[in-house]
């Protein structure tokens, strides 16, 4: 049996390492928004694609890599296969404090296809929220886009919740691409405080 030890990726040797984030999805929530007389309406409904849209590395200008530069203290583990005397990354988490408001954000997660659904995500998933204790944070918080319904639905098997959303964080044409930035966040404690 394989060995799926989670382990920490140091950064002097892992920094750099693409992410290959890919998917296809057949499903997205909409975003609808309007304002109205006393304040603003916002309805996000899943709807279903045409055809299946696949969101691969090789369209963004800045594909996912471990260790960026502005996720200045960040930290990251994950599953590493040595067979064949070289290091191929399986799964990992990348983990950066934000400092100002005592959140651990979760700047990547990733898990090869050959490995989902066996748990793992749950793993990486329960070693953040293990940090984010041993840290004293009072939440997590992640990024995921609106039309990765499957990623979405993982988040929220983990306990996470909807905390907003961003309309144009990638293009201008975000709504209109169905690829909505969603943010959601898991709180640890309860007061909210810092």
Not at 57 to 86: C, M, R, T
Not at 98 to 111: A, K
Request: aromatic content about 12%; glycine content about 6%.
């Amino acid at each position: 049996m394989p060995d799926h030890r989670i382990i920490s990726l140091p950064k002097d040797e892992w920094k750099g390492t693409p992410i290959p984030l890919r998917y296809t999805t057949e499903e997205y929530y909409d975003l609808e928004s309007a304002v109205e007389d006393d304040g603003f309406r916002v309805e996000m409904v899943k709807k279903k694609f045409d055809t299946p849209v696949t969101h691969s590395p090789e369209e963004y200008d800045f594909p996912d890599s471990l260790y960026q530069d502005h996720w200045e203290k960040a930290e990251a583990f994950g599953i590493v296969d040595e067979g064949n005397g070289k290091k191929e990354l399986l799964a990992c988490i990348e983990l950066c404090p934000e400092e100002w408001s005592n959140r651990l954000m979760v700047t990547e997660l990733w898990v090869a296809d050959r490995l989902q659904r066996q748990g793992i995500g749950t793993r990486l998933m329960n070693l953040a929220k293990e940090q984010a204790k041993l840290q004293g944070r009072r939440a997590i918080i992640l990024e995921t886009q609106s039309c990765n319904v499957r990623a979405i639905a993982f988040y929220r098997s983990q306990g996470f919740t909807l905390i907003g959303f961003d309309s144009c964080c990638y293009t201008n044409a975000d709504v209109e691409r169905h690829e909505v930035r969603f943010d959601f966040g898991y709180f640890l404690h309860q007061n909210g405080g810092r």
